[in-house]
């Protein structure tokens, strides 16, 4: 068992007992089961899977920190801050492919160094939500 806790600057998307959690890092995808090692790790964008129950739950994850860790009840605590997350039922597939193209026209209508940093990333938070919204079929 692992006590799981997600935190956006918004709101706290989990906190509870989980059986496992996969979670995209800059060295690859990971995934934290009962009493592991621990370790401190960056978050890119990508799918993060809870597991509980035998069911999986996906989240769309954009940029963050990932802390795993022993519990003082002997229970591995992991803590996920993020700079952005949504749970997969409320990704809408039209409104990220919308929002994907508007990223896009406004990063060809900068040329400025500076921005060009901020509408990269833009962009590949968008393409992310638009590739986990068309995995999951969701297009409300």
């Given amino acids: 068992m692992l006590k799981l806790k997600v935190v956006t600057p918004d709101k706290v998307l989990v906190d509870e007992i989980i059986d496992s959690v996969s979670i995209p890092t800059t ?13 401190v790790s960056t978050i890119k964008a990508g799918e993060m899977v809870v597991k509980k129950a035998g069911t999986g739950m996906g989240y769309a994850v954009f940029k ?17 801050l993020l700079e952005r997350s949504e749970p997969v039922e409320e990704l809408d597939h039209a409104r990220a492919e919308e929002a994907l193209a508007r990223a896009k026209a406004l990063a060809s209508e900068k040329e400025d ?5 901020m509408f990269e990333s833009l962009i590949e938070k968008e393409l992310n939500r638009v590739k986990i919204a068309r995995k999951y079929g969701r297009h409300l």
């Fill in 64 to 80: 963050g920190l990932v802390n795993v860790r022993p519990h003082l009840k002997g229970i591995t605590e992991v803590v996920v």
């Fill in 113 to 117: 160094d500076l921005d060009f940093g």
């Fill in 27 to 39: 060295s690859g995808m990971i995934t934290v089961l009962s009493k592991h090692v621990p370790l």
